[in-house]
């Protein structure tokens, strides 16, 4: 860490998304998604306030370390160099040294060799020696790579590696050297690199049928019924009108159905819940609308004239009874010499029922 670093103000940094960040640096995200500086050299620099307040493990302040690396550092110790690791792990550093960034070979000095009592002098300048390999993909790329060489299928490799199709997607996106290698092992290998297919559509049985109404009496809700059994609507209704034995058993179900559903209503309403009492009410007025023939449709009741009749005629009576209880309220209030009180609070009396 610089002087710099101490003597400048805090700032704080908003967080950031992993993706938009290694896209940023451009270089990749590491297993912890996270920019992957240890490995990959970012575009610009990365203050070590910067890498606290978003929660990254590496920064590169720029600065050098006790081998000339110029190179990450750990956030936790930033005594810790990337390119220093990577020597002692037998891996060639990715950063530039100091010196214009330029690399040297480690003997610049005069020796003496202990078994001789020779003393070999430096060369002037020491050339320099070829830069590092091209960056290759990480250790989990490449068992990526290796298994769907194997396998020659997307989704069976990603499960070997220990991923997930979503997880090699997005790693391919941010990092054009992994990306270069999936795109050429699969034009190499003739690899499809799109979506699995889609899975086979809902195949109806016997068996699934039985299961349906039987779910469907226990309940006394389709809808519940469905959910158990994973059926979407669309399946369900489909199946109703192009079957007419399945329609047949729903409707066959149907009374059962609603004696479980007015069950659980009861149990439920005197608990406090009456939800499923609405529903059964809201149900049982359905069917007073409807009708459902043998086939399993519904359609609306007829009407019967005579029927209607007496149910008119039988609202005119309640109607009757009501304005003469009402009207013999008014008279016995009016004998008394008081208002009457309104039978329904959003009934108001009239002006001619005040007394003075």
Not at 9 to 16: D, G, H, I
Not at 98 to 117: M, N
Not at 141 to 155: G, N, S, Y
Not at 311 to 337: F, H, N, P, V, Y
Request: charged content about 30%.
């Amino acid at each position: 860490m610089t002087n710099d670093d101490l003597t400048q103000p805090a700032v704080t940094y908003p967080p950031m998304d992993p993706t938009a960040a290694a896209v940023e640096l451009g270089v990749p995200l590491s297993e912890r998604l996270q920019p992957n500086l240890r490995d990959f050299r970012p575009k610009r620099f990365v203050s070590l306030q910067e890498a606290k307040s978003r929660g990254w493990s590496w920064c590169f302040p720029g600065d050098v370390c006790r081998y000339a690396h110029v190179a990450a550092r750990r956030t936790a110790n930033t005594r810790i160099c990337s390119d220093c690791e990577r020597v002692k792990a037998g891996e060639e550093p990715i950063y530039g040294k100091s010196r214009a960034q330029q690399f040297y070979p480690e003997e610049r000095i005069a020796r003496k060799d202990p078994s001789t009592g020779i003393v070999t002098a430096a060369p002037a300048l020491a050339a320099l020696v070829s830069p590092p390999k091209a960056p290759e993909p990480s250790k989990k790329e490449q068992d990526f790579l290796a298994a769907l060489d194997e396998l020659r299928d997307f989704d069976a490799a990603a499960k070997r590696a220990g991923m997930t199709r979503g997880q090699v997607e997005a790693r391919a996106s941010v990092d054009p050297i992994f990306r270069k290698a999936l795109e050429d092992l699969c034009g190499r290998r003739d690899i499809a690199w799109t979506r699995a297919p889609a899975p086979e559509a809902f195949a109806w049985s016997p068996a699934i049928e039985g299961q349906l109404v039987k779910r469907f009496i226990d309940t006394g809700l389709i809808e519940q019924a469905r959910q158990e059994l994973a059926l979407s609507a669309s399946d369900y209704q489909e199946h109703l009108s192009a079957s007419p034995e399945f329609s047949a058993a729903i409707a066959r179900a149907m009374p059962l159905a609603r004696a479980t559903l007015r069950e659980r209503a009861e149990a439920s309403a005197n608990s406090g819940n009456d939800r499923l009492l609405k529903l059964l009410l809201d149900e049982i007025a359905d069917d007073d609308r409807f009708i459902t023939l043998p086939n399993g449709q519904r359609v609306p009741r007829p009407v019967n004239p005579q029927a209607a009749r007496e149910e008119l005629a039988k609202i005119l009576a309640e109607a009757r009874k009501k304005l003469a209880r009402q009207t013999a309220l008014e008279s016995i209030a009016l004998a008394k010499g008081a208002a009457p009180k309104p039978e329904s609070p959003f009934e108001k009396p009239r002006n001619g029922d005040l007394t003075a």
